[in-house]
């Protein structure tokens, strides 16, 4: 690997950590919810990219899909729903700010100071393709908590469609 | 071995388990299952007058298995169950009023449900008390019945009804405490002396009374563990002075548990006499037949010129009652054959008459809805028949020739005269006493010219002939032929009465 | 034929059986024709007539002493003997006893009764509970029958009782009467006084022959019973009435024995002191008064006396000659003021009840009896005459009569023949049975002058009965109508229903002493002591009777000695120094006895003549008039008229100190013994009370403080709990960190 | 090439600790219930970057991996879930605001 590569390599990686990170304090401090989904669409991908630096790639694709494509968008439902079109600008006001300075500080010096201190036994090495891998776990010894999983997601969504009709009978 | 006492003793608390299970507005089928299991015990004890061998000495019909053992402490209590003459009348008696008692309350409308139940609970507890062999047991039984009398009169009762049933029940309950201290006083005797009584068979009433037993029963000691039962039975029976909570209870129990209590709970008294004082500790007795029979003087003349000063209908009956009882103490006490046939009799008839006593004041009270003798007056033209009836039921009382009454009441002074002649003649002042309260109260309440706010009033319905024509045929039939009843008792009574006598004559 | 059992049986049953077919009925409320009349009355003339056929037969066969028995074990003590027997300990069996004494009694209540049913039918003919009075007829009829016939004290007192409840019944019939409400409980009580003196007579009779039996086992069951008549004449004849180990009674327990049986002849024959039931008992209907209160049931008491005559000892029969002859003439005095017409029949029946009693005590065993016999049916005659005056007038007082022989001419005739025979003018019945009892009283005191105070008391009476009598007579029947509205409105005599029985009990009354000397002799063999009861054994305890007169006149006549059982054999030199005497005695009697008979009947004729002689002079020939006569004697007056305050002396010493001592004794029960027993209770409470304070204050004090204590904290806490998540979940976010920042900083 | 050695697994957990803090915050502090569902979707992927993180660095297989692709799928369930009930709270009080939202306060 050139050095030139190499160095792209690495401004990309720490780019994306500046994105990811970024665009979560975007999603944390905007005043605009609307704002918020948008940017917490790049913390997603962010973390998508961290994913392909972990070389999960199942895993990127995955992100991809069901964050960005699923569970953002329903997000932005979500808070189209909820608010007028007009008034969009005006809805995310914040509370107990000091109070939630001071647990996400504590919570993330705690947390940096475990990661940074813990001396992690580090013997793994890349995994390799993984989609196949993951396909024949979840086919074989994951199967229990895959099909639970499945149920789960079924009951979610019969609750979800059943919570839902319910208001909107309302 | 046949199981016919089990099975009186238990099908009334069967017959309470299927009621808790009924719902409670399924008023009558609670009712037709109460009659079906007091008519099965009745059935049952019919069966076991016809059965009981007359001439046999022994217990008959006895049933008999260990119900607690700890053999670390020697202790064994026998689920032990039998008859002999002194208490299958009485089992007989306990039949009839129970199956009559579930007629008589026919027409309760405040929680049927557990009245029946606890009705049922009661005749378990009563006939408990006397099948029962064994002296656990039987203090088993005894506190059994207390508790569903407590209920019957302080929720259904009369207007002091809580008053009444809380001074019955500690009573009671005193009583039972002496009886407790007794029965220990039996157990910690056979302990020490292995020799003669096993501590096995501290509580087996035959083994008991029998002659190389009893005999160790003898000093002081015994003469208080005999004054502690007399006691304990005496509140039961009641003799004077224990004897005031048997009018509150009366007067505030709803009639059939008048009946019951009458007819029934006075007897145990007397019949824990017959059966635990006198043949288990016949020194003691022979001892203490003196103040027995000042006591049952004091209770026939007492409790006669006490009726004679009531106004309330059924408190006069009340202390009729107590002044009937102490002719079964005079009875014992006298310990002759014939006063012996009359005391044990007595509780026969007197469960009869006075059964008959109470339902009649129920039935007027049903109708006029109060008691007050004076307030009566001319009801033989409302009520012709209520009229005979309670004619021939104050007749019985008073003592007539050709009822039962007579019968007992003319044993108990014939067997008396020997023992104790003042006692007696001043006894035989009862039935002036006894003609008196009734007949003056008779006079009261049915004859005069008829009053005006009972002119309305019904004759007795066919519910309450159903209950009273038997007693009332019982008591005719008895009084003409009391051999019937009488045949039965004398063999078990001339034992008793030996224990005492060769007491007597050893002291 | 008539020796069979089923006679007697019948007589007994009948009137029980159509006295349960009346209750049944009534029960059932089914109607039976005519309301049944007739078929107590059936039942009863049955009876009769059956009686009447025994009575023929004993007569006929010429010897007196005619005995029948039979008996049921009716209740028996038994036990088990060591050989595995079932042994009799003793018995109360009921049985008949069917003899001379019994048949007279039989064919006396059965006659009566008959008549007095068919009486009833016209006379309670418009009552509303017409039926039931037969029923009440028909059981007093079985009951007295029992009486009678029974066997033995204890069936007698059955018997005895028995009638009592017919009396109330009766007596009570119309119960709507306060009089009669208040009257029927009285002679029940009064009776049951008696009865109770009876009892214990009985169970003193008892404590003497029941000892002998009861170890015997050899003894048949007849003999087993220790209060057969039988049973107890022979033990207190044998004198060996042992009761404990050795211990004789001596004859003083047998006199009061005696006594005390007697007693029930005072209740149930209405002897002074307890006489005041029967006058009260005239609030009964007519027909029962005739029936019950005059000719059958209190004549019980008199055949007890007869039956029992062996129990009682001289000493005994003394008492009651003085009670029967004191009752004759104090019952004989309250009879002159009457003017109740029942009323004086009532006083004059327990006089006359009083002679007889005064008779029997005399020695006058069949004289006794005789009047008896004769007094049943004078005085039912009596008794239903005036009923039919009274049917005919609807009044019972005197004092609005007056002049009705014209209007009751049958009704008349018969009752003069009855006053004329109570009075005793011969040849009637009346006059034979009371120149019996006066002859024997005379006897008795001419042989014993300390007791002279009884024939004056017999003679006295006989006068005072003779102007009573006719008095009533002469009041009711002649001079002018007093009150003629009602004399008026009377309804006249006619051959009915009611007319027939007097006429049958006329002929009855003229002929039921047989009319001459020789009826008289009839009845005396016919119903003697030594024919009904067997010769007088030697012996102490019912010691022949000229023997007796012997030992304590002669021999001893401090009489002390005899209270002691001597042992009476040949070798008792008393008995040999008796037995000379004794044949001195005997002639020595029987002439004072011929001697008094002679003067008895001349006495008696005067008496009755004399009396019946002053009652005409004063109320048909105004020569005495009662009004100053009563002025004069204003005293004794006042004493008849009030019944001499007997009534009011028992109230005033009896009855309100009873009802007083009844309400103490009620205050007492509550107040003392049931205030003994709330008290405790109150104590109880008290001090519960108390230890609950404690309890409360110091040991709960505790437990709720440390409950208080959370609560407050808890309370404080509680503000934390917003309901806001957010906050909740800041809380736990900086909690953990605390934690991890701790855990790192501890260790 | 290695690239253990390039990127130490401290890097990882730096953005992770960045991110769960900031998940945090958006909790705690927003307002709106939407919003507040941003916070937690920002905490799982801070969780699901740990695991593959982990997964790739200490384990050296593919059970980190499988539990972040589980914590998608919940994430999903949740998602949908979440917003049927902010929708009820919106249809119900006209808001979401959940400080509005104190019936538990005590």
């Given at each position: 690997?050139?050095?030139?590569?190499?160095?792209?390599?690495?401004?990309?990686?720490?780019?994306?950590?500046?994105?990811?990170?970024?665009?979560?304090?975007?999603?944390?401090?905007?005043?605009?919810?609307?704002?918020?989904?948008f940017?917490?669409?790049?913390?997603?991908?962010?973390?998508?990219?961290?994913?392909?630096?972990?070389?999960?790639?199942?895993?990127?694709?995955?992100?991809?899909?069901?964050?960005?494509?699923?569970?953002?968008?329903?997000?932005?439902?979500?808070?189209?729903?909820?608010?007028?079109?007009?008034?969009?600008k005006?809805?995310?006001?914040?509370?107990?700010?000091?109070?939630?300075?001071?647990?996400?500080?504590?919570?993330?010096?705690?947390?940096?100071?475990?990661?940074?201190?813990?001396?992690?036994?580090v013997?793994?090495g890349?995994?390799?393709?993984?989609?196949?891998?993951?396909?024949?776990?979840?086919?074989?010894?994951?199967?229990?908590?895959?099909?639970?999983a499945?149920?789960?997601?079924?009951?979610?969504?019969?609750?979800?469609?059943?919570?839902a009709?319910?208001?909107?009978r309302? | 071995?046949?199981?016919?006492?089990?099975?009186?003793?238990?099908?009334?608390?069967?017959?309470?388990?299927?009621?808790?299970?009924?719902?409670?507005?399924?008023?009558?089928?609670?009712?037709?299952?109460?009659?079906?299991?007091?008519a099965?015990?009745?059935?049952?004890?019919?069966?076991?007058?016809?059965?009981?061998?007359?001439?046999?000495?022994?217990?008959?019909?006895?049933?008999?298995?260990?119900?607690?053992?700890?053999?670390?402490?020697?202790?064994?209590?026998?689920?032990?169950?039998?008859?002999?003459?002194?208490?299958?009348?009485?089992?007989?008696?306990?039949?009839?009023?129970?199956?009559?008692?579930?007629?008589?309350?026919?027409?309760?409308?405040?929680?049927?449900?557990?009245?029946?139940?606890?009705?049922?609970?009661?005749?378990?507890?009563m006939?408990?008390?006397?099948?029962?062999?064994?002296?656990?047991?039987?203090?088993?039984?005894?506190?059994?019945?207390?508790?569903?009398?407590?209920?019957?009169?302080?929720?259904?009762?009369?207007?002091?009804k809580?008053?009444?049933?809380?001074?019955?029940?500690?009573?009671?309950?005193?009583?039972?405490?002496?009886?407790?201290?007794?029965?220990?006083?039996?157990?910690?005797?056979?302990?020490?002396?292995?020799?003669?009584?096993?501590?096995?068979?501290?509580?087996?009433?035959?083994?008991?009374?029998?002659?190389?037993?009893?005999?160790?029963?003898?000093?002081?000691?015994?003469?208080?563990?005999?004054?502690?039962?007399?006691?304990?039975?005496?509140?039961?029976?009641?003799?004077?002075?224990?004897?005031?909570?048997?009018?509150?209870?009366?007067?505030?129990?709803?009639?059939?548990?008048?009946?019951?209590?009458?007819?029934?709970?006075?007897?145990?008294?007397?019949?824990?006499?017959?059966?635990?004082?006198?043949?288990?500790?016949?020194?003691?007795?022979?001892?203490?037949a003196?103040?027995?029979?000042?006591?049952g003087?004091?209770?026939?003349?007492?409790?006669?010129?006490?009726?004679?000063?009531?106004?309330?209908?059924?408190?006069?009956?009340?202390?009729?009652?107590?002044?009937?009882?102490?002719?079964?103490?005079?009875?014992?006490?006298?310990?002759?054959?014939?006063?012996?046939?009359?005391?044990?009799?007595?509780?026969f008839?007197?469960?009869?008459?006075?059964?008959?006593?109470?339902?009649?004041?129920?039935?007027?009270?049903?109708?006029?809805?109060?008691?007050v003798?004076?307030?009566?007056?001319?009801?033989?033209?409302?009520?012709?028949?209520?009229?005979?009836?309670?004619?021939?039921?104050?007749?019985?009382?008073?003592?007539?020739?050709?009822?039962?009454?007579?019968?007992?009441?003319?044993?108990?002074?014939?067997?008396?005269?020997?023992?104790?002649?003042?006692?007696?003649?001043?006894?035989?002042?009862?039935?002036?006493?006894?003609?008196?309260?009734?007949?003056?109260?008779?006079?009261?309440?049915?004859?005069?010219?008829?009053?005006?706010?009972?002119?309305?009033?019904?004759?007795?319905?066919?519910?309450?002939?159903?209950?009273?024509?038997?007693?009332?045929?019982?008591?005719?039939?008895?009084?003409?032929?009391?051999?019937?009843m009488?045949?039965?008792?004398?063999?078990?009574?001339?034992?008793?009465?030996?224990?005492?006598?060769?007491?007597?004559?050893?002291? | 034929?008539?020796e069979?059992?089923?006679?007697?049986?019948?007589?007994?049953?009948?009137?029980?059986?159509?006295?349960?077919?009346?209750?049944?009925?009534?029960?059932?409320?089914?109607?039976?024709?005519?309301?049944?009349?007739?078929?107590?009355?059936?039942?009863?003339?049955?009876?009769?007539?059956?009686?009447?056929?025994?009575?023929?037969?004993?007569?006929?066969?010429?010897?007196?002493?005619?005995?029948?028995?039979?008996?049921?074990?009716?209740?028996?003590?038994?036990?088990?003997?060591?050989d595995?027997?079932?042994?009799?300990?003793?018995?109360?069996?009921?049985?008949?006893?069917?003899?001379?004494?019994?048949?007279?009694?039989?064919?006396?209540?059965?006659?009566?009764?008959t008549?007095?049913?068919?009486?009833?039918?016209?006379?309670?003919?418009?009552?509303?509970?017409?039926?039931?009075?037969?029923?009440?007829?028909?059981?007093?009829?079985?009951?007295?029958?029992?009486?009678?016939?029974?066997?033995?004290?204890?069936?007698?007192?059955?018997?005895?009782?028995?009638?009592?409840?017919?009396?109330?019944?009766?007596?009570?019939?119309?119960?709507?009467?306060?009089?009669?409400?208040?009257?029927?409980?009285?002679?029940?009580?009064?009776?049951?006084?008696?009865?109770?003196?009876?009892?214990?007579?009985?169970?003193?009779?008892?404590?003497?022959?029941?000892?002998?039996?009861?170890?015997?086992?050899?003894?048949?069951?007849?003999?087993?019973?220790?209060?057969?008549?039988?049973?107890?004449?022979?033990?207190?004849?044998?004198?060996?009435?042992?009761?404990?180990?050795?211990?004789?009674?001596?004859?003083s327990?047998?006199?009061?024995?005696?006594?005390?049986?007697?007693?029930?002849?005072?209740?149930?024959?209405?002897?002074?002191?307890?006489?005041?039931?029967?006058?009260?008992?005239?609030?009964?209907?007519?027909?029962?008064s005739?029936?019950?209160?005059?000719?059958?049931?209190?004549?019980?008491?008199?055949?007890?006396?007869?039956?029992?005559?062996?129990?009682?000892?001289?000493?005994?029969?003394?008492?009651?000659?003085?009670?029967?002859?004191?009752?004759?003439?104090f019952?004989?005095?309250?009879?002159?003021?009457?003017?109740?017409?029942?009323?004086?029949?009532?006083?004059s029946?327990?006089?006359?009840?009083?002679?007889?009693?005064?008779?029997?005590?005399?020695?006058?065993?069949?004289?006794?009896?005789?009047?008896?016999?004769?007094?049943?049916?004078?005085?039912?005659?009596?008794?239903?005459?005036?009923?039919?005056?009274?049917?005919?007038?609807?009044?019972?007082?005197?004092?609005?009569?007056?002049?009705?022989?014209?209007?009751l001419?049958?009704?008349?005739?018969?009752?003069?023949i009855?006053?004329?025979?109570?009075?005793?003018?011969?040849?009637?019945?009346?006059?034979?049975?009371?120149?019996?009892i006066?002859?024997?009283?005379?006897?008795f005191?001419?042989?014993?002058?300390?007791h002279?105070?009884?024939?004056?008391?017999?003679?006295?009476?006989?006068?005072?009965?003779?102007?009573?009598?006719?008095r009533?007579?002469?009041?009711?029947?002649?001079?002018?109508?007093?009150d003629?509205?009602?004399?008026?409105?009377?309804?006249?005599?006619?051959?009915?229903?009611?007319?027939?029985?007097?006429?049958?009990?006329?002929?009855?009354?003229?002929?039921?002493?047989?009319?001459?000397?020789?009826?008289?002799?009839?009845?005396?063999?016919?119903?003697?002591?030594?024919?009904?009861?067997?010769?007088?054994?030697?012996?102490?305890?019912?010691?022949e009777?000229?023997?007796?007169?012997?030992?304590?006149?002669?021999?001893f006549?401090?009489?002390?000695?005899?209270?002691?059982?001597?042992?009476?054999?040949?070798?008792?030199?008393?008995?040999?120094?008796?037995?000379?005497?004794?044949?001195?005695?005997?002639?020595?009697?029987?002439?004072?006895?011929?001697?008094?008979?002679?003067?008895?009947?001349?006495?008696?004729?005067?008496?009755?003549?004399?009396?019946?002689?002053?009652?005409?002079?004063?109320?048909?020939?105004?020569?005495?008039?009662?009004?100053?006569?009563?002025?004069?004697?204003?005293?004794?007056?006042?004493?008849?008229?009030?019944?001499w305050?007997?009534?009011?002396?028992?109230?005033?010493?009896?009855?309100?100190?009873?009802?007083?001592?009844?309400?103490?004794?009620?205050?007492?029960?509550?107040?003392?013994?049931?205030?003994?027993?709330?008290?405790?209770?109150?104590?109880?409470?008290?001090?519960?009370?108390?230890?609950?304070?404690?309890d409360?204050?110091?040991?709960?004090?505790?437990?709720?403080?440390?409950?208080?204590?959370?609560?407050?904290?808890?309370?404080?806490?509680?503000?934390?709990?917003?309901?806001?998540?957010?906050?909740?979940?800041?809380?736990?976010?900086?909690?953990?960190?605390?934690?991890?920042?701790?855990?790192?900083?501890?260790? | 090439?290695?690239?253990?050695?390039?990127?130490?697994?401290?890097?990882?957990?730096?953005?992770?600790?960045?991110?769960?803090?900031?998940?945090?915050?958006?909790?705690v502090?927003?307002?709106?219930?939407?919003?507040?569902?941003?916070?937690?979707?920002?905490?799982?992927?801070?969780?699901?970057?740990?695991?593959?993180?982990?997964?790739?660095?200490?384990?050296?297989?593919?059970?980190?991996?499988?539990?972040?692709?589980?914590?998608?799928?919940?994430?999903?369930?949740?998602?949908?879930?979440?917003?049927?009930?902010?929708?009820?709270?919106?249809?119900?009080?006209?808001d979401?605001?959940?400080?509005?939202?104190?019936?538990?306060?005590?």
């Amino acid at each position: 690997m050139t050095t030139l590569t190499s160095a792209l390599y690495h401004a990309a990686f720490y780019a994306d950590m500046v994105l990811t990170v970024g665009s979560a304090c975007v999603v944390a401090f905007s005043k605009n919810i609307v704002r918020s989904a948008f940017s917490l669409l790049l913390t997603f991908v962010g973390v998508a990219g961290l994913y392909g630096f972990l070389e999960a790639d199942f895993l990127v694709a995955t992100q991809l899909l069901i964050y960005v494509g699923g569970i953002l968008v329903l997000l932005l439902f979500a808070v189209m729903l909820t608010h007028r079109i007009s008034n969009i600008k005006a809805s995310n006001e914040t509370s107990f700010s000091a109070l939630a300075a001071l647990a996400a500080t504590g919570i993330f010096l705690v947390l940096v100071e475990v990661g940074t201190k813990t001396h992690w036994d580090v013997k793994g090495g890349p995994l390799g393709e993984s989609t196949r891998p993951i396909g024949l776990l979840l086919m074989g010894d994951y199967l229990l908590p895959f099909e639970v999983a499945a149920m789960i997601l079924l009951a979610a969504l019969i609750g979800a469609a059943y919570l839902a009709r319910n208001a909107i009978r309302k | 071995m046949s199981h016919i006492l089990s099975l009186i003793t238990f099908i009334p608390l069967l017959g309470m388990l299927v009621i808790l299970c009924l719902p409670r507005h399924q008023k009558d089928w609670i009712r037709f299952v109460s009659v079906f299991s007091t008519a099965l015990p009745l059935a049952l004890s019919i069966s076991l007058f016809l059965d009981f061998e007359n001439g046999s000495k022994g217990m008959q019909f006895v049933e008999n298995c260990d119900w607690i053992r700890i053999p670390d402490y020697k202790l064994r209590i026998q689920y032990k169950l039998g008859v002999d003459g002194v208490s299958m009348p009485l089992v007989l008696l306990t039949g009839i009023l129970s199956f009559l008692a579930v007629f008589a309350s026919w027409e309760t409308t405040k929680g049927v449900k557990a009245y029946f139940a606890l009705l049922l609970l009661l005749e378990t507890g009563m006939m408990g008390v006397f099948c029962s062999l064994d002296f656990f047991l039987f203090y088993v039984f005894w506190e059994v019945m207390l508790l569903p009398m407590y209920f019957l009169i302080g929720i259904w009762g009369g207007p002091r009804k809580e008053y009444a049933a809380i001074k019955f029940f500690l009573y009671t309950l005193f009583g039972s405490v002496l009886l407790l201290l007794a029965m220990l006083a039996f157990y910690f005797h056979a302990k020490e002396n292995p020799n003669v009584l096993d501590p096995m068979d501290a509580f087996d009433l035959v083994r008991l009374a029998d002659a190389n037993v009893r005999l160790t029963f003898t000093g002081l000691f015994w003469q208080v563990v005999f004054v502690a039962m007399f006691i304990g039975f005496a509140i039961k029976v009641p003799v004077f002075p224990f004897h005031t909570w048997l009018p509150d209870a009366h007067v505030e129990a709803p009639t059939a548990i008048s009946v019951i209590l009458a007819g029934v709970l006075l007897k145990m008294g007397v019949y824990g006499l017959l059966r635990l004082s006198l043949p288990i500790l016949p020194e003691a007795a022979a001892w203490f037949a003196p103040f027995m029979a000042a006591l049952g003087l004091i209770n026939i003349v007492y409790g006669a010129l006490v009726a004679m000063a009531q106004t309330d209908l059924k408190k006069m009956v009340a202390y009729s009652s107590v002044s009937h009882m102490g002719f079964c103490l005079v009875g014992m006490a006298a310990n002759t054959e014939a006063a012996m046939m009359g005391a044990a009799f007595q509780m026969f008839t007197h469960g009869l008459t006075s059964a008959m006593l109470f339902l009649l004041v129920g039935v007027i009270y049903d109708r006029a809805h109060h008691r007050v003798i004076k307030d009566f007056g001319g009801l033989a033209f409302q009520m012709p028949v209520y009229t005979g009836i309670t004619t021939l039921a104050f007749m019985a009382s008073l003592g007539l020739p050709g009822l039962c009454n007579f019968v007992s009441e003319a044993l108990v002074l014939l067997g008396s005269f020997d023992a104790y002649r003042t006692t007696t003649i001043i006894s035989a002042t009862g039935i002036i006493f006894g003609a008196g309260y009734f007949l003056w109260c008779f006079q009261r309440v049915f004859m005069g010219p008829a009053k005006e706010r009972y002119s309305m009033m019904p004759d007795v319905n066919g519910r309450e002939l159903f209950t009273l024509v038997p007693l009332g045929a019982l008591v005719v039939f008895l009084g003409v032929w009391p051999r019937a009843m009488l045949d039965t008792m004398t063999v078990s009574l001339k034992n008793v009465q030996d224990a005492v006598a060769s007491a007597t004559r050893g002291g | 034929m008539l020796e069979s059992v089923v006679w007697p049986w019948l007589i007994l049953l009948l009137p029980l059986a159509a006295f349960v077919t009346h209750t049944l009925c009534g029960a059932m409320k089914w109607k039976l024709p005519h309301k049944g009349d007739w078929l107590s009355t059936g039942a009863i003339g049955a009876g009769a007539v059956l009686s009447t056929f025994l009575f023929a037969d004993m007569v006929s066969r010429g010897e007196p002493n005619f005995r029948q028995t039979w008996s049921v074990d009716w209740l028996s003590i038994l036990w088990k003997g060591d050989d595995g027997q079932l042994h009799t300990r003793f018995a109360l069996p009921m049985g008949f006893l069917v003899d001379n004494i019994t048949v007279i009694m039989l064919v006396v209540v059965t006659w009566v009764s008959t008549l007095v049913h068919v009486f009833s039918m016209g006379y309670m003919h418009d009552d509303p509970r017409y039926g039931r009075f037969f029923s009440y007829l028909s059981i007093f009829s079985f009951s007295m029958i029992w009486l009678v016939l029974s066997d033995n004290l204890f069936g007698l007192m059955i018997g005895w009782e028995l009638v009592g409840l017919s009396s109330y019944l009766l007596i009570g019939f119309w119960f709507e009467k306060p009089a009669a409400a208040a009257a029927c409980k009285k002679a029940f009580i009064t009776n049951r006084v008696g009865d109770l003196g009876m009892l214990i007579g009985i169970l003193m009779l008892l404590s003497m022959t029941l000892r002998p039996i009861l170890d015997d086992t050899s003894l048949p069951i007849e003999q087993k019973n220790p209060l057969s008549y039988e049973n107890v004449f022979r033990v207190v004849s044998a004198g060996s009435y042992e009761v404990k180990s050795g211990d004789v009674f001596p004859i003083s327990f047998l006199t009061v024995a005696g006594i005390f049986l007697f007693f029930g002849a005072v209740g149930k024959s209405a002897q002074f002191p307890l006489h005041v039931w029967l006058p009260d008992a005239m609030e009964g209907p007519t027909p029962v008064s005739a029936l019950i209160h005059a000719a059958t049931m209190v004549a019980a008491g008199v055949y007890m006396v007869t039956r029992c005559y062996r129990l009682f000892t001289p000493d005994a029969l003394l008492f009651i000659a003085y009670t029967g002859g004191f009752t004759a003439i104090f019952a004989a005095t309250i009879a002159v003021t009457a003017n109740d017409i029942k009323k004086v029949l009532a006083y004059s029946t327990v006089s006359q009840l009083g002679f007889m009693v005064l008779g029997l005590g005399c020695w006058g065993y069949s004289a006794g009896f005789f009047h008896l016999w004769t007094h049943a049916f004078f005085k039912a005659l009596l008794f239903l005459g005036s009923g039919a005056v009274i049917h005919a007038l609807h009044s019972q007082d005197m004092r609005e009569m007056g002049g009705l022989r014209h209007k009751l001419p049958i009704t008349f005739v018969c009752m003069l023949i009855a006053t004329c025979a109570i009075s005793g003018f011969p040849p009637l019945s009346g006059f034979w049975s009371k120149d019996q009892i006066l002859g024997a009283v005379l006897t008795f005191a001419m042989e014993h002058p300390q007791h002279a105070l009884l024939p004056i008391f017999g003679f006295c009476g006989a006068a005072l009965t003779a102007f009573y009598m006719f008095r009533l007579i002469f009041l009711t029947f002649c001079g002018k109508p007093r009150d003629p509205h009602k004399y008026e409105h009377a309804h006249p005599d006619q051959w009915d229903v009611i007319t027939a029985p007097l006429a049958v009990l006329a002929i009855l009354t003229l002929f039921s002493a047989g009319g001459t000397l020789s009826g008289e002799r009839w009845f005396g063999d016919f119903v003697n002591e030594e024919q009904v009861l067997g010769p007088r054994e030697e012996a102490p305890g019912g010691g022949e009777r000229h023997r007796w007169h012997v030992q304590r006149t002669v021999l001893f006549p401090s009489g002390a000695l005899v209270e002691e059982a001597q042992p009476l054999d040949d070798q008792n030199p008393l008995v040999a120094l008796h037995a000379e005497g004794r044949e001195e005695a005997r002639k020595e009697h029987e002439h004072t006895e011929h001697k008094a008979h002679t003067w008895a009947m001349v006495l008696s004729v005067c008496v009755a003549v004399g009396g019946a002689l002053v009652s005409y002079f004063t109320y048909m020939v105004p020569f005495f008039s009662p009004q100053v006569w009563a002025t004069r004697l204003l005293w004794l007056y006042d004493g008849m008229v009030n019944k001499w305050w007997i009534d009011e002396l028992y109230d005033r010493w009896v009855i309100q100190p009873l009802l007083l001592l009844n309400d103490f004794l009620k205050s007492f029960d509550e107040d003392w013994v049931d205030g003994f027993v709330n008290m405790t209770a109150q104590f109880t409470v008290h001090f519960s009370d108390y230890s609950g304070w404690v309890d409360n204050t110091y040991v709960d004090g505790l437990v709720n403080g440390t409950a208080d204590t959370i609560v407050s904290s808890a309370r404080a806490m509680r503000s934390i709990q917003t309901g806001n998540i957010k906050q909740y979940l800041a809380a736990a976010v900086i909690g953990l960190t605390v934690v991890v920042v701790l855990y790192n900083v501890i260790l | 090439m290695s690239l253990l050695d390039a990127y130490p697994l401290q890097h990882y957990l730096l953005v992770s600790a960045a991110l769960f803090a900031l998940g945090i915050f958006t909790l705690v502090a927003r307002k709106n219930a939407v919003a507040m569902l941003m916070g937690v979707e920002l905490i799982l992927n801070s969780a699901n970057l740990n695991f593959v993180a982990f997964s790739r660095y200490t384990v050296g297989n593919f059970s980190g991996h499988l539990f972040a692709i589980f914590v998608i799928l919940l994430a999903a369930a949740e998602a949908a879930v979440a917003l049927g009930i902010v929708i009820g709270i919106f249809q119900n009080y006209g808001d979401v605001d959940a400080d509005a939202l104190d019936g538990l306060k005590g």
